[in-house]
């Protein structure tokens, strides 16, 4: 595929068809609106909000357990339904912005997630809470492709790898630093703050782009929508991440399981036969020739799956094994956090030297053994040996965050780079709402499974039906279901239980993580440099 160059349909001097009469003129390209500099800080205010809000809630989540009295499957969607509704419109974004302006979608996506993070401020409900997790996810799906259109079209093609890997560290950084801020605002203030805060972050971001932002199309931008595509490509993704999240519950045996898979499938089916007969489609199946690009898509969903998934553990394990505060157990994770700050941009400029391959592959392999390093996690394991691993997840996940949006983005044309950025951020959040669902169902399946044996071979008073899976709901949160009331001697008893119990399973959960890495690497290694990474800009000075 050739590049295609892009229209400034915002600039002073447009014809009516808002095609540019004439280049601007220096004058105008060394203001505010379009500088490309400008257009990357006020992009990664944006998506700052949406990529902290992955995290940032994890280490929220014992405590809105507590004050809403929630139970383990209803703090899982808090998590869920935010990436649920993400995966399931993060194309379609991408597709709006590609078709009528990557500023305006910014921009409402922006204005609508920080209404609706108030709005979470203000719930006194789990069922509230959950609602406009939703709402959140929708409106952070218009934002993040727009971020990254915004970027192809802004920066020239030697500039652009470098804005690609700020606005990966951004992400990287606002990911690994949500539980640490997560741990002063639950501490210090309480757990709606973890919300609030992205309300003046959002207007800062609004004012921002609409003073800066300048909207950029490309010549052959599509015209029309493909409103079946969009029905039918998300019809397929909502079954498939409501089959995976609901299985632990319904059982991976029952046939509402596999009936939502087969539904997915099907839909995917008639999704790709009618988007070789549309006219414009919502996703040009000629997209996917591209081994690189296609590669990349996949490598985005296998690290979140071993990121995500293994982070919703973590923040149990410090907080109910390990019996932290949640301002202590963010500071336990700043090592990754410090990694993951690091290393993007040298990962950004390693990249630019060697090309993705190599890094995002050495990256795979470091995550993997960060993981299974985590599987050997103990109740009594220290704050140093646990630091080296969170370290190492960190330095290995920088590669990857820079390098596969590189790949993906980089690998398409220009007047699809709403859909290449909806596919990358689809690709990650899809990968996160399976990490989360499938190490979840690893971790509830671990813990049904030795609970009981464990309460026996401790000598405890033997559990009714009932009271084991009352029990199995609180340790797989790693909290020691001990009643008020309970002898000293025995409730040490039940609390070993519970924590051995728990840690088995985050143990196995975390080598089923190791796994997904380790496959990845191989994926990494069908990677290369995006043929078609030059930007097209016109506007602004670097």
């Given at each position: 595929m050739t590049s295609q160059t892009t229209v400034d349909t915002t600039g002073p001097g447009d014809r009516a068809d808002g095609v540019p009469s004439e280049p601007p003129s220096p004058a105008a390209a060394s203001g505010l609106r379009g500088h490309p500099w400008l257009t990357l800080i006020t992009v990664a205010v944006g998506v700052m909000m949406v990529a902290l809000?992955?995290?940032i809630v994890a280490i929220a989540n014992p405590a809105i357990q507590k004050d809403l009295g929630a139970t383990f499957a209803?703090?899982?969607?808090?998590t869920n339904g935010y990436f649920l509704a993400l995966a399931v419109s993060l194309i379609t974004a991408g597709k709006l912005g590609d078709r009528f302006g990557h500023r305006q979608t910014f921009l409402v996506g922006v204005t609508g997630f920080a209404a609706?993070?108030?709005?979470i401020g203000l719930s006194g409900s789990i069922a509230m809470v959950v609602t406009f997790r939703v709402f959140q996810g929708l409106f952070g799906a218009l934002l993040m492709p727009a971020a990254l259109g915004l970027l192809r079209a802004?920066?020239?093609?030697?500039?652009?790898?470098?804005?690609i890997g700020i606005w990966g560290m951004v992400i990287g950084a606002s990911t690994a630093?949500?539980?640490?801020?997560?741990?002063?605002?639950v501490e210090h203030v309480n757990w709606q703050s973890v919300f609030f805060i992205n309300v003046p972050v959002g207007a800062l971001a609004l004012v921002l782009g609409v003073l800066i932002l300048r909207d950029h199309r490309a010549e052959n931008a599509p015209r029309s929508f493909d409103l079946l595509g969009i029905a039918l490509l998300s019809g397929a993704m909502f079954c498939l991440v409501w089959a995976l999240i609901k299985a632990p519950a319904w059982g991976w045996g029952d046939g509402r399981t596999w009936a939502f898979i087969a539904g997915s499938v099907l839909l995917f089916g008639l999704f790709s036969f009618w988007e070789t007969r549309v006219g414009e489609p919502l996703i040009p199946l000629a997209l996917f020739r591209s081994v690189p690009l296609s590669a990349g898509v996949v490598l985005m969903v296998l690290m979140?799956?071993?990121?995500m998934g293994g982070l919703f553990f973590v923040t149990f394990y410090l907080q109910n094994v390990h019996g932290m505060s949640p301002i202590d157990a963010g500071l336990h994770l700043l090592p990754l956090t410090g990694m993951m700050i690091v290393g993007s941009p040298l990962a950004g400029a390693l990249i630019?030297?060697?090309?993705?391959?190599?890094?995002?592959?050495g990256g795979m392999a470091a995550t993997a053994i960060a993981m299974y390093g985590m599987s050997t996690l103990k109740a009594d394991t220290s704050s140093g040996l646990m630091s080296v691993w969170f370290a190492l997840l960190g330095l290995g996940l920088a590669p990857v965050m820079v390098g596969a949006t590189e790949v993906i983005v980089g690998n398409a044309p220009m007047e699809l780079s709403g859909v290449a950025g909806g596919l990358q951020q689809a690709g990650m959040q899809i990968g996160g709402s399976l990490g989360t669902a499938v190490l979840g169902a690893v971790m509830a399946s671990k813990v049904d499974s030795d609970l009981a044996g464990n309460w026996t071979g401790a000598g405890l008073p033997k559990l009714t039906p009932a009271q084991l899976d009352q029990a199995s709901q609180a340790v797989q949160v790693g909290v020691a279901p001990v009643p008020h009331g309970t002898p000293a001697a025995v409730a040490a008893k039940i609390t070993s239980v519970a924590h051995d119990t728990f840690i088995s399973g985050m143990s196995l959960a975390s080598l089923?993580?190791?796994?997904?890495?380790?496959?990845?690497i191989f994926v990494a290694l069908l990677t290369k440099r995006g043929e078609n990474a030059e930007a097209g800009a016109g506007v602004g000075h670097i």
């Open positions: 809000d992955g995290t209803q703090v899982q969607w808090i609706a993070s108030g709005a802004t920066f020239p093609a030697e500039k652009l790898n470098m804005a630093g949500g539980p640490i801020l997560g741990g002063v605002l979140a799956i071993a990121f630019t030297k060697l090309g993705p391959r190599i890094p995002l592959a089923v993580a190791a796994g997904v890495a380790a496959v990845a």
